[in-house]
C-alpha cells in the first residue's frame, strides 16, 4: 500500500527521515491534535506554568448554533419581551434569581447558589461588533475576534502567547481530537477528547510507537527534537493523570454527555496542575428554529439549559470554592435569536445576546452590561441591539484574572470593559 503524503511503498517505511515519522505519529491519531509545535516558538521543557502562571485558568465554553441569551436571562422587565413571544417567553412566576429587570429561566436552578453567593453572573445585550447571521462566518469572526485586521490566528492563542505559554498543556480543547479554531496559531496548544484516550495512534503493547519516537529523537536536531519533546512530555503527564481514578469532589455529579465529561477533564486537569492557562470545550445544538418550547421539563430549552447549567454548577462545586478562586468560565456564542418568535414557536438568527460567567473573581448575583430595550426603534433589523462587545468583556477577564498589561494584541482596536464583570485578582 502506498502512504500518498510521501509515495513510499510499504518495503521502503525503513528509510523514513525523523521528521516524517512524527509527522505521521501525529496526524494518525489523539496526539496528533498538537498545535504550534514546530520551530522556535516552543520550549524543550514542559514547563509547566503552576510555578510561574498566577492568573486564573480561563475555561471558555462554546454555545454552537446561536444560543438565545433572552430565554436564559429574560428581560422580564421589558413589556416588549412577552409581546413579542406568547408562545415562549418565560413566565414572570417561574423566573428565578435575577434582579428587578430580568430574572434567570428555571432550568438554570443548578446554578442559583452560585448566583446568591455571588460566583455567578451575566452579561446581556453582548455581541460582535457587527451583525453576522452565517453559523459558519459568524464562529470564524467569534475564534478570530479581530475584524477589519489581517490578523488570522485565535484570539485564545494569541492570549497563550501574550502569557508566554511553552507548553501544549498550557492551553487544550476538550472533546476533540483537534485543537479548537480559536487557538489556532503559533502557540503551542492541543485537543484531545478524553483524558483517559489521549494516547499516539498504534501505542500499544507489541507496537511501543511512544518509546520507538522517543529512542528515535534522542540526540536529534532542535528543530525535531523540541516537537518530539513536547509530545512525549504531554502524553507523560496526561497519561500519569489517567493512571489515577477520578472522584470528582464536594459531592459533584456530572452529567453524562459531551459537555459533562468534557468539563470533568477540565477540572482534572486544573486539579492535577497541569500548568492549564486556558481550556476550550463546545456544546452545540443551539439552533432552535421550531418548537423551543415553554419553560418547562421536557421542552427543548430547558431541557438544554438544564443540561448548561448542570454541567457547570457539577465543574464549580467539584473544585470548590478554593478551587474556583483561580478559575473563571465564561459562555460565548456566534450570534443570539431574533427577538420575535417565528411561526413555528421557534427563535431565528438574531444578533444581541447574553454571556455567562463563573469564577471566584465574578462580579456575580447581577446582570452587567447596557440594556438597550427591545422596543422596535431600540432593535436592530429585528434583533437586540449588541451595546457590549464580547472582546471587551474577554479583555477585563484578561487583564483583571489572568494578568495581561495589555489586551491591544489579543483583541485589536478594542478596549476592555470597565463595568466590573470581574474583580481583580
Not at 452579561?123 to 488570522?152: C, D, I, K, W, Y
Not at 465564561?330 to 455567562?356: C, K
Not at 489572568?402 to 466590573?420: D, E, K, L, Q
Request: net charge positive; aromatic share 6%; with cysteine.
Amino acid at each position: 500500500m502506498t502512504d500518498p503524503s510521501c509515495g513510499c511503498a510499504d518495503d521502503q517505511r525503513t528509510t523514513l527521515t525523523r521528521r516524517g515519522v512524527l509527522g505521521r505519529a501525529l496526524a494518525a491519531g489523539a496526539a496528533g491534535a498538537f498545535a504550534g509545535l514546530a520551530g522556535d516558538q516552543v520550549s524543550t521543557q514542559l514547563a509547566f506554568a503552576a510555578g510561574r502562571y498566577s492568573g486564573d485558568t480561563l475555561v471558555l465554553v462554546s454555545l454552537r448554533g446561536g444560543f438565545d441569551g433572552l430565554s436564559a436571562v429574560v428581560p422580564a422587565g421589558d413589556p416588549a419581551y412577552y409581546a413579542a413571544r406568547p408562545d415562549i417567553a418565560v413566565p414572570k412566576s417561574r423566573l428565578i434569581g435575577g434582579t428587578s429587570r430580568f430574572g434567570l429561566h428555571p432550568a438554570l436552578a443548578p446554578l442559583l447558589p452560585f448566583w446568591k453567593a455571588g460566583t455567578f453572573g451575566t452579561v446581556q445585550a453582548v455581541g460582535q461588533p457587527a451583525p453576522n447571521r452565517s453559523h459558519f462566518s459568524a464562529m470564524e469572526e467569534l475564534e478570530r475576534a479581530a475584524p477589519g485586521t489581517s490578523v488570522r490566528t485565535g484570539w485564545l492563542d494569541r492570549m497563550l502567547g501574550g502569557l508566554g505559554a511553552s507548553s501544549p498543556l498550557h492551553g487544550v480543547s476538550v472533546g476533540s481530537m483537534m485543537p479548537a479554531r480559536v487557538l489556532a496559531g503559533p502557540a503551542p496548544a492541543l485537543g484531545m477528547k478524553t483524558i483517559n484516550d489521549f494516547a499516539l495512534f498504534g501505542d500499544q503493547a507489541g507496537q511501543p510507537m511512544a518509546a520507538t519516537l522517543k529512542t528515535l529523537y534522542a540526540g536529534a536536531p532542535a528543530v525535531l527534537s523540541r516537537p518530539a519533546g513536547q509530545v512525549m512530555g504531554s502524553l507523560a503527564a496526561t497519561k500519569a493523570l489517567a493512571a489515577q481514578p477520578y472522584r470528582p469532589a464536594n459531592g459533584a455529579v456530572y452529567p453524562d454527555d459531551t459537555l459533562g465529561r468534557a468539563l470533568r477533564d477540565v477540572a482534572r486537569l486544573i486539579k492535577g496542575k497541569a500548568g492549564l492557562m486556558a481550556a476550550s470545550v463546545d456544546s452545540g445544538d443551539w439552533d432552535m428554529h421550531e418548537n423551543l418550547g415553554a419553560a418547562v421539563p421536557g421542552k427543548r430549552m430547558h431541557d438544554k439549559l438544564a443540561q448548561l447549567a448542570a454541567a457547570l454548577a457539577a465543574f464549580a462545586t467539584d473544585l470548590g470554592s478554593t478551587g474556583m478562586k483561580r478559575v473563571t468560565l465564561v459562555t460565548i456564542s456566534e450570534f443570539g435569536r431574533r427577538v420575535r418568535q417565528n411561526g413555528s414557536n421557534g427563535l431565528d438568527h438574531g444578533y444581541g445576546n447574553a454571556m455567562l460567567l463563573l469564577g471566584g473573581g465574578v462580579a456575580g448575583g447581577k446582570v452587567h452590561g447596557r440594556w438597550p430595550g427591545l422596543g422596535e426603534r431600540h432593535l436592530v433589523d429585528g434583533d437586540l441591539a449588541v451595546t457590549t462587545d464580547y472582546r471587551a468583556v474577554i479583555a477585563e477577564i484578561l487583564h483583571k484574572r489572568c494578568g495581561m498589561a495589555s489586551t491591544r494584541a489579543v483583541f485589536p482596536n478594542v478596549r476592555s470593559t470597565t463595568s466590573g464583570v470581574v474583580r481583580a485578582r
